[in-house]
């Protein structure tokens, strides 16, 4: 073999030989990677507990009894959820504005706080199926000059108003985007909303319907719930973006729960008897 040629193979070798090595076994571009196993379900049978996060206040669907014990509609069916899976319910009192970072954390592997459905949730949480529609109710404090003066949300979006919702509620939202003049007052807790318009703080709050025409009950005479609806909206449970296995078994409960009566007969008892109000802490 010619010198000269022995030299060029043994250079080409040597090149060749810091090229890095490709990997056969890459995943060829576009392919997504294996979808790690959700053990969401799983996780919770084997801790025997499910955690569900809320915030008392927001009846009748999460409050505290005088003895500090939780109770409401929501309660009642994630009591019956855990009953399904086996487990202990645990509840964990979260404040709503930091109720989806707390479940993203994994203080809790679910919440159950009367949460609507909205675009913007739906980036950071996996909701379930609806399990109560509502809407958005306005209540003034009840003069003969708010009579005359409040008739829709229109009428109080005016420069020196004030509007008492609750931080991060739809209601809290929904103004946020529509009101031009008014200024929005914002509390963490859903009494605080009722305080400030009867202590002429707020010249009104806005809440649920259902929240609205209960405060409005308790409170005979003092408001004025105007006749118009706001918007129309559904409440969900929600969990994280990977524990589908979880809320799917959810979803199954809830059909079920629906089916053998219990979702009507726990209504019936928070909405239409209300013989719960005597024992909810003031």
Do not use: H
């Amino acid at each position: 073999m010619k010198t000269g040629y022995l030299k060029f193979i043994l250079r080409t070798f040597s090149l060749l030989s810091v090229i890095p090595a490709v990997n056969l076994y890459a995943v060829a571009p576009g392919q997504e990677e294996a979808k790690k196993e959700d053990l969401s379900l799983q996780r919770v049978k084997n801790e025997k507990s499910l955690k569900v996060c809320s915030d008392a206040g927001f009846l009748p669907f999460e409050m505290k009894t005088q003895k500090g014990e939780w109770m409401g509609f929501d309660i009642d069916m994630m009591k019956e959820f855990s009953k399904s899976l086996s487990v202990e319910l645990k509840m964990v009192q979260i404040s709503f504005d930091g109720i989806i970072p707390a479940l993203i954390s994994g203080k809790c592997d679910m919440i159950a706080a009367g949460m609507t459905v909205t675009p913007e949730r739906k980036v950071m949480v996996l909701f379930s199926d609806s399990t109560f529609t509502s809407g958005l109710s306005i209540a003034v404090k009840n003069n003969e000059k708010n009579k005359l003066e409040f008739k829709d949300l229109s009428s109080l979006d005016k420069k020196g108003l004030k509007i008492a919702v609750k931080t991060g509620y739809t209601s809290d939202i929904y103004l946020s985007k529509t009101l031009k003049n008014a200024q929005i007052l914002k509390f963490d807790q859903d009494s605080d909303l009722v305080l400030a318009v009867m202590q002429g703080r707020a010249n009104a709050f806005v809440s649920d319907s259902t929240y609205v025409d209960l405060m409005d009950k308790g409170n005979k005479n003092k408001f004025i719930i105007l006749p118009t609806k706001i918007v129309s909206d559904s409440f969900s449970v929600a969990g994280r973006k990977d524990d589908l296995e979880l809320m799917k078994s959810f979803n199954v409960f809830l059909k079920q729960w629906r089916e053998n009566g219990g979702y009507n007969k726990s209504k019936k008892f928070y909405f239409e008897d209300q013989v719960w109000r005597s024992q909810v802490a003031n």
